[in-house]
């Protein structure tokens, strides 16, 4: 019997500490700014704060994804303008009028009338559900 893998599967190698290879050069940049931090000549209680904040930038960066959340904060904040009536937003999504229960769109030279079934905002990514009306 067969069956199909789904195509979202994400397999991430594993090379130490259970870590990726992404999350351990996160790890080796934390370590080698703290290291730098510490063998500077500053008080001693200025570089042991440094090095906690630098510590805690680090752990978020291997196990927070901050770097996926920082992209989307970046794309959120640089596309905030966005509005369901504005020129770039018809053009990015190539509605041409929108209405109560539903989106005209033109594909080509056809317009199709396309539902919403649901927009959610998960940590500044939009997802969206749409259902062509025939």
């Known amino acids: 019997m067969s069956y199909e893998i789904p195509q979202e599967l994400q397999y991430q190698e594993r090379i130490v500490f259970g870590m990726t290879l992404e999350q351990m050069i996160y790890a080796t940049i934390a370590a080698f700014c703290i290291l730098l931090v510490m063998r500077t000549r500053i008080d001693m209680y200025v570089r042991i704060g440094l090095s906690c904040i630098l510590t805690a930038v680090g752990l978020l960066f291997i196990f927070g994804n901050l770097r996926q959340r920082a992209q989307d904060l970046w794309f959120f904040l640089r596309n905030r303008q966005f509005s369901r009536y504005s020129k770039t937003m ?40 749409l259902t062509t009306i025939t």
């Open 90 to 129: 018809r053009d990015w999504s190539g509605a041409v009028s929108v209405e109560k229960d539903h989106i005209l769109v033109q594909k080509g030279k056809v317009r199709v009338r396309t539902a919403i079934l649901s927009i959610e905002l998960l940590c500044c990514t939009i997802i969206y559900s």
